[in-house]
């Protein structure tokens, strides 16, 4: 079975500073990984997604993400917040070897980045 | 902009009745999934088409059904209505049904049920 812990529900974070949001996994199978954002209002955008190669995985908008079998986990870094990262975001697990295609959420984690 | 079109995008209506979401997949894409997401339970994935074809499902009550028709949209019906139904419902498409498949969301449809 597939399921995914988000660590944290907020993170507030000033502008300018790193954001470290952080998600462990469980899998009974070979992980595919990824990072969605929700921005008020709005539909899911992929950030970022680990299938099997490179374990750090970089992604949109400055961030990235490093995948850890040993930690089973998949923290979602920046380096430096901005305003407009305010948003939800979800750590997603799937079955990579699967042929079928169903997504396992986390609970969200909220992030607020103060001026 | 994904590509994944959804209509309506608001809608409310009243306990016992019945409503129609519809989606269109990105250009190309074969599978089509449909998720809940609730202020209590999250996002769920709720059903899963790959061709015409029911793939996977998921937590989907019975009062809910879906199809995907010959020209990959996609439809889900909820009927029945209750409170408890008032959530936002995605849908997502990927070119193929596998888990390292990326899967693209469309907007969603906020149903408010009263």
């Known amino acids: 079975a597939q399921s995914v812990t988000q660590l944290d529900s907020h993170v507030s974070v000033s502008e300018g500073t790193p954001v470290l949001l952080r998600c462990n996994y469980s899998?009974?199978?070979?992980?595919?990984l990824f990072w969605y954002v929700q921005h008020p209002n709005k539909g899911l955008q992929l950030l970022l997604k680990?299938?099997?190669?490179?374990?750090l995985v970089k992604g949109i908008n400055g961030f990235e993400a490093e995948f850890k079998k040993s930690e089973t986990s998949f923290h979602l870094t920046k380096p430096s917040a901005h305003m407009s990262d305010a948003a939800e975001y979800f750590c997603?697990?799937?079955?990579?070897?699967?042929?079928?295609?169903?997504?396992?959420f986390g609970r969200g984690t909220q992030l607020t980045v103060w001026p | 902009d994904s590509g994944v079109t959804q209509t309506p995008k608001h809608l409310i209506t009243a306990t016992g009745q019945r409503v129609t979401l519809r989606c269109s997949p990105r250009?190309?894409?074969?599978?089509v999934y449909w998720y809940q997401q609730s202020l209590d339970q999250g996002l769920q994935f709720l059903i899963q088409?790959?061709?015409?074809?029911?793939?996977a499902k998921g937590n989907i009550l019975e009062r809910f059904s879906a199809q995907q028709f010959p020209d990959l949209h996609s439809e889900l019906n909820l009927s029945s209505l209750e409170l408890g139904d008032s959530a936002l419902y995605f849908c997502?498409?990927?070119?193929?049904?596998?888990?390292?498949?990326?899967?693209?969301f469309g907007p969603g449809t906020r149903l408010l049920v009263l």
């Open positions: 997502a498409s990927s070119a193929f049904p596998t888990g390292q498949e990326t899967q693209y």
């Open positions: 899998s009974s199978y070979s992980p595919s």
């Open positions: 680990y299938t099997s190669a490179a374990t």
């Open positions: 997603v697990v799937s079955e990579r070897g699967s042929t079928l295609g169903r997504l396992y």
């Open positions: 250009s190309g894409d074969l599978s």
């Open positions: 088409y790959y061709n015409g074809e029911e793939r």
